[in-house]
């Protein structure tokens, strides 16, 4: 009977649940059934249950096999490190009272890049613990999906992470996305960050100005409604000029263009400057005839105080260029031809 059921179990190792109660005690026997299918542990003895090598062999076998193996020997640090390092969902499988030991779930951590993936099955008490949370999603920002529910909600334990990988926001709590200061830290990193926001949050205007002093591309991010309305766009365009090469049609907005500079390099002496919107803004058409002349300074006034930057490049001087720096200094500033000013490339100018 024994040969039989060897060739059996070699064969299809759950075979053995139909063996005698005597050869599913047989190590030989259940060894050669694991072997096969490490489901079959499921029908081997108590005893058997107990051994170690056993359990190891099913385990290679089916990782899923773990959860038949004895209680003591699923509360095994030393063989459970072991067996979630090769398999970290096994980690489903530990028992008590080592599931809920912290100093096991950091050597978990500690022993695999992959260990927040073990840890997403640990017990509430340990996806609770601030220290192995921050552990975790240190390995990967994905592991805070996996936090407590009362960490996620923590404001300060949010931010402190938010500064550490902004993708964390992705999962904290609902009420927090209406955080000003959290998603703030996380625009500052990543401008997708917005998208985390509660709709409440990304129609307030006072927010998106913030966030636009961070990212101009962001009023790109927002509702239609709110880029059609002028003042919200205007708003936008004082705090970042660069915001107006986002601005839709209050790119042709005199006014607008005016902000947009003004936000820029304040009142300017001499800037010359154009664009395609620009010159339908004020009803000119460009020279193409004009030749290029060197400087060696301008200066632009602004509300913080004067400022002169220096420079000796080339820069065309034309019509439009004139008449944009006659309509910006409208108080009688003298005008400078060749003059080259400050970096206006996010607005799509060319000097």
Not at 37 to 42: M, P, S, V
Not at 140 to 149: G, I, L
Not at 154 to 169: H, K, S, T
Not at 224 to 250: I, K, M, P
Request: charge should be negative.
């Amino acid at each position: 009977e024994k040969d039989a059921v060897v060739a059996a179990v070699k064969q299809e190792g759950i075979l053995l649940q139909h063996a005698s109660e005597k050869l599913r005690g047989t190590k030989h026997v259940v060894m050669e059934a694991v072997s096969n299918d490490g489901e079959a542990l499921r029908f081997a003895s108590e005893k058997l249950r107990d051994d170690k090598a056993l359990v190891v062999a099913a385990v290679e076998q089916n990782f899923a096999a773990l959860r038949h193996a004895s209680e003591a020997l699923r509360a095994d640090k030393e063989l459970l490190l072991k067996i979630v390092k090769d398999f970290w969902f096994a980690a489903e499988y530990v028992a008590p009272p080592l599931d809920t030991d912290k100093g096991f779930w950091m050597n978990v951590l500690d022993q695999d890049e992959l260990g927040w993936m073990a840890w997403s099955y640990a017990p509430a008490v340990i996806r609770a613990h601030r220290g192995l949370v921050r552990k975790a999603v240190g390995q990967d920002p994905m592991a805070f999906k996996f936090a407590h529910e009362e960490v996620k909600r923590d404001v300060d334990f949010v931010r402190e992470l938010a500064e550490l990988d902004w993708r964390i926001v992705a999962n904290m709590a609902e009420e927090l996305r209406s955080n000003r200061e959290i998603l703030l830290v996380a625009v500052r990193q990543d401008l997708h960050a917005l998208i985390h926001a509660d709709m409440e949050m990304r129609n307030d205007v006072d927010f998106l100005t913030e966030v636009v002093d961070i990212n101009p591309r962001s009023l790109a991010e927002v509702s239609q409604s709110l880029r059609d309305d002028s003042e919200v766009v205007r708003a936008c365009v004082e705090r970042n000029g660069q915001a107006l090469a986002y601005a839709g049609n209050f790119k042709e907005d005199r006014s607008m263009l005016q902000t947009a500079m003004t936000a820029i390099h304040g009142t300017c002496t001499g800037q010359l400057w154009s664009t395609p919107y620009t010159a339908k803004a004020l009803g000119i058409e460009e020279d193409e005839s004009s030749t290029p002349r060197s400087h060696a300074a301008y200066t632009t006034r602004s509300s913080q105080g004067a400022r002169t930057a220096r420079s000796g490049s080339r820069v065309p001087q034309n019509n439009l260029g004139i008449k944009m720096a006659a309509w910006l200094n409208k108080e009688g500033a003298e005008i400078r031809r060749g003059m080259r000013g400050t970096d206006v490339s996010m607005l799509g100018i060319s000097r």
